[in-house]
């Protein structure tokens, strides 16, 4: 059936070989056809990704609506679980064994608690299954992830819908060669397709897409416009790549070439000093956080017995519970060391926003939509070990939850003092990716991902927003310089106010959804405890969004225009991807529609489609629960986000009636600069790790270099010219030299000893002969008289 | 027999040591030529008397065999003393001696 699934390869693949012929034939062409040949190779790459993924979409829908069963189930299982079985038995490791299928992990701690909802649960689902359009032939075995959900909150138990679903287990799709082999550990290259990478496959490849289109108006004359396409390319084929990455070592390496294209990206106008150094700095963040990840892999490798790297058994090892829970909690800190840097998590996030130094079309697709997500990815892969490692099941506040919430909260802050738009973009999806890590440490993984799903939609189509505002304003982001354009722009205008109350997550728009299942679930907690500050940073970070993208908004749009000249609407070129991701950004919170609000979208199936077909039942906790949509905190954040966009708007509408307030009152003003220096974050690091320890470091490093390093060097240079002199001196001119002429005069001498013999009179030589006789016949004589 | 045999061998001895003596010592390339021959001849009666001794005719025929060859060396070798004389107008041994190293 999943002819397409096992075949995923194919995209990365299509998309290496655009980068290729770009790279190789793209200024050929350019100079020949014209900008639009060169983009046309990496247009319709991209396109035909597109339109493939939407096919591989399709085929996983179908393949959770009718998943295999029996043989197929455990061939698929085999293929995912790789060999590592084999190679774990040969080393001796015990493999935990994965729960039945079916009713076998119907959680006995949820029974046990709350046995009489459980009941309940069953009671009110089962007539419903008969209704339901979904077609669960094989025994729909009502299952644990949204049945015990559903068991824990009686309140919502009745009306849950997802236990009338019946999560079975639905294995992924996984195709995998042997890369290598090394002590009986198959090191695999290989693919796995589920309900994740699948929706990461469509948001890349259409992110990507319309990004593509977008730049072909937006690069228009740039000077390397074959760079930066072959770029965007290498930049999808390795996204692309690691996404559908098998095993932890393939991710590391999609996730350091999505770093290196972010790099050369962000670094595409090297001219200016500053986007340089901006680059660098991107770079070097980033490498900070690999060395964390380069760790957690290793670790992890050999926590779970040193037989694999597949992720779907690591995470089954470290869900099994028999591993050493410290070496699980390293290993999930330091894969997290590597989120940080990855996805602008406290304290390395400090990179992103000066990566908004590169074409805008870039930040968004890179440090918006996609690659900044391949943090969250990381977890929402491997959230086995993160589960296991942290406990996320016990509601106790870990590293993960606290730093997702926190970044949310010092992120959204900064993006009050910014007075470039980009810069508040940025800040605002540091502040974004701390709440999808908040989610994924909370344990609302749907949640998480999900705010993922719709927060590439609507902050792609922020970025492109403010890359046509930017066009259309002689290429400042400086909001100080815009204003009024709302007259002069209409579609940028429209769409960036739908992506801001997208964003805002007012209802009904895509925000609004994914934001409120992530603070129900921290509401919700896990194994009946809340994440209760959690849902305060998020409820403070929920308010705080709506006001500054209220503010961003007005002093873009509203009020009178500040800068020079006549801004003038982009070209369709622009405002069409605009407007698709306009679209996207105002429906697409509706995939996971929580179906109790409307009765009738529950009975046609249509509830939680997107938890239903991306959340992985396979080598995933058991235990994990899903919190039910709550009216009281649905409406509270609403509530919250609409005043922040009021006060946001109302504020620079009234004129500022608090201006001058950082002047007058000092500590106001020890406030501002304390965030306009960006909490002297990047002071830290220069002044604090860079110029006190690193470069002490450097130096003293490069004085070991010069003296003892050349010294050793050099030392040995002039010992081995010495040795060579002696050698030549002695042993070559004396010894070989003095072997070969020795032996050239030793003939010589018995030559001139033997001429004289040869005297050339026969009757010496007959002499000789007759005495040589003579001799012998007395030997003879005398050793025969011996003898006798 | 014995005290016979002893009497041959010291008579071939005897001429044998008389050749090698000419070899060695004559300067006249045909005297070195008939000292040879006187070695033969030694050779000859030894083989003889020694044939005589054991009554086999082997030795007798093996003496037969060396006079035929003798005859044939004369001939070669008074050949060789012609065409030194000519070369050389000498025929003194001790004056050819062109493979002096």
Not at chain 1, 407 to 421: P, R, Y
Not at chain 1, 681 to 693: C, F, H, M, P, Q
């Amino acid at each position: 059936m999943p002819y397409l699934l096992d075949k995923v390869w194919i995209l990365p693949a299509i998309m290496a070989g655009s980068f290729l012929l770009i790279l190789f034939f793209g200024k050929k062409l350019l100079a020949r056809f014209g900008e639009k040949a060169t983009a046309s190779i990496g247009i319709a790459s991209i396109a035909v990704c597109f339109i493939l993924s939407l096919f591989i979409a399709g085929q996983w829908i179908q393949r959770v609506n009718h998943p295999p069963t029996g043989a197929d189930m455990a061939a698929a299982e085999e293929a995912c679980l790789g060999p590592s079985e084999v190679a774990a038995e040969e080393m001796g490791v015990e493999v935990y064994a994965p729960a039945e299928h079916g009713e076998a992990s119907h959680g006995a701690e949820t029974e046990g608690d709350h046995s009489t909802e459980a009941d309940d649960g069953h009671g009110t689902s089962e007539p419903a299954d008969g209704e339901a359009t979904t077609s669960d032939e094989h025994g729909a075995a009502p299952m644990a992830t949204g049945e015990s959900a559903a068991a824990a909150t009686p309140t919502a138990a009745a009306a849950e819908p997802a236990a009338e679903e019946g999560h079975e287990e639905v294995i992924p799709v996984c195709a995998s060669m042997t890369w290598f082999e090394s002590d009986h550990i198959d090191f695999e290259v290989g693919t796995v397709l589920d309900g994740l990478s699948a929706m990461m496959l469509f948001t890349v490849t259409m992110i990507s897409l319309l990004v593509h289109l977008y730049s072909l108006e937006y690069l228009h004359k740039d000077v390397r416009f074959t760079h930066y396409y072959a770029f965007l390319s290498l930049f999808s084929a390795s996204m692309l790549f690691y996404v559908l990455s098998s095993n932890t070592l393939q991710m590391l390496v999609g996730w350091e070439l999505v770093g290196v294209c972010s790099f050369g990206l962000i670094g595409h106008w090297w001219e200016q000093r500053a986007n340089t150094d901006a680059a660098l700095k991107a770079f070097l963040t980033n490498r900070v956080g690999d060395t964390g990840l380069i760790i957690g892999v290793v670790v992890l490798f050999f926590a779970t017995g040193a037989a694999s790297f597949n992720v779907f058994f690591q995470n089954q090892q470290a869900l099994s519970g028999e591993l050493n829970t410290t070496l699980l909690l390293i290993a999930a800190l330091a894969l997290f060391w590597g989120v940080t840097s990855k996805s602008g998590q406290f304290p390395l996030h400090t990179w992103l926003p000066d990566a908004m130094a590169g074409p805008t079309p870039v930040s968004a697709l890179i440090h918006a939509a996609t690659m900044v997500v391949a943090g969250v990815y990381l977890i929402a892969r491997m959230y086995g070990v993160f589960w296991g490692g942290l406990e996320i099941g016990d509601s106790s506040i870990h590293y993960v939850a606290f730093i997702g919430g926190f970044t949310t909260i010092i992120g959204g802050i900064l993006a009050f003092v910014q007075q470039d738009l980009k810069k508040v973009l940025a800040y605002s999806t540091i502040s974004q990716l701390g709440y999808m890590v908040m989610a994924l440490g909370v344990g609302a993984w749907t949640a998480g991902v999900f705010h993922l799903f719709t927060h590439a939609f609507f902050k792609a189509c922020l970025f492109l927003g403010a890359g046509s505002v930017s066009h259309a304003c002689h290429h400042t982001f400086d909001m100080r310089e815009m204003g009024g354009l709302r007259k002069y722009m209409p579609s940028t205008h429209k769409t960036f106010l739908i992506a801001t109350i997208a964003l805002a997550g007012i209802f009904p728009f895509a925000g609004f959804w994914s934001k409120d299942e992530i603070l129900a679930g921290a509401a919700n907690g896990q194994g009946d405890k809340a994440y209760t500050l959690m849902l305060v940073m998020g409820l403070i970070t929920a308010f705080m969004t709506a006001a500054y993208m209220g503010r961003a908004y007005y002093k873009t749009f509203r009020g009178e225009y500040r800068g020079h000249g006549t801004p003038h609407e982009s070209p369709k070129i622009i405002t069409i991807p605009l407007w698709i991701l306009a679209v996207f950004a105002t429906v697409i919170g509706l995939v996971n529609f929580p179906g109790h609000i409307i009765g009738a979208v529950d009975d046609a199936g249509l509830a939680h489609r997107f938890e239903h077909y991306v959340q992985p039942t396979f080598a995933f906790p058991t235990d994990l629960e899903v919190a039910p949509f709550m009216y009281w905190l649905a409406g509270l954040s609403l509530v919250l986000a609409g005043f922040g966009l009021a006060i946001g708007i109302g504020y620079f509408a009234k004129g500022e009636p608090l201006k001058g307030m950082t002047e007058r009152n000092p500590l106001a003003r020890i406030g501002y600069v304390f965030l306009e220096k960006k909490y002297y974050l990047d002071a830290l690091y220069e002044s604090g790790i860079r110029d006190t320890v690193v470069m002490p470091l450097a130096r003293a490093a490069y004085w070991f270099n010069m003296k003892v390093l050349d010294g050793i060097v050099n030392g040995l240079g002039v010992a081995a010219r010495k040795f060579g002199t002696v050698l030549y001196r002695y042993v070559d001119q004396g010894v070989v030299d003095g072997a070969v002429n020795g032996t050239g005069l030793v003939s010589e001498e018995s030559g001139q000893f033997l001429r004289r013999l040869q005297t050339g009179k026969v009757q010496q030589y007959g002499a000789l002969l007759f005495g040589a006789a003579v001799i012998l016949a007395a030997i003879f004589v005398l050793t025969n008289a011996i003898n006798a | 027999m014995d005290l016979m045999l002893n009497q041959f061998l010291f008579l071939g001895a005897i001429l044998f040591c008389i050749g090698v003596y000419g070899v060695l010592a004559r300067r006249n390339a045909v005297m070195v030529l008939m000292s040879i021959e006187l070695i033969l001849n030694s050779v000859n009666i030894n083989l003889v008397a020694f044939s005589t001794m054991w009554g086999v005719a082997s030795g007798a025929v093996f003496a037969l065999f060396v006079i035929a060859v003798a005859a044939a060396e004369v001939g070669v070798g008074l050949a060789l003393v012609l065409m030194l004389y000519r070369n050389m107008r000498s025929i003194d041994v001790d004056r050819v001696d062109l493979m002096k190293g």
